[in-house]
């Protein structure tokens, strides 16, 4: 059990050194725009966080190809995490239904 806490609150950390990683990166990167949505994610961010700034990056070219590749890395592991599957998620995803 203690073990198993430590890996959690080390998950917990590599999740915000992450968001810190995207608020710190170049505008070539990841538009200015997107950071304050990032800025606004919980500790660790839910999958319908990560899933919106996911979207406006791919569908607004708001991102590198590297960006959006980790934003999906940590979108799946965020749904794996919470026990949800895509197809719930986009059920939250209001800004689709625009």
Aim: aromatic content about 6%; glycine content about 4%.
């Amino acid at each position: 059990m203690k073990r198993c806490m430590l890996l959690y609150k080390e998950k917990i950390k590599m999740n915000k050194e992450i968001i810190d990683l995207l608020l710190r990166a170049p505008n070539t990167q990841i538009d200015v725009c997107m950071k304050p949505l990032i800025s606004k994610w919980s500790d660790p961010p839910t999958p319908i966080q990560v899933l919106e700034v996911l979207d406006n990056c791919i569908n607004g070219g708001l991102a590198s190809g590297f960006v959006v590749t980790l934003l999906q890395e940590i979108y799946e592991i965020t749904c794996k995490n919470n026990d949800i599957t895509h197809d719930e998620v986009i059920k939250q995803a209001h800004w689709r239904d625009k």
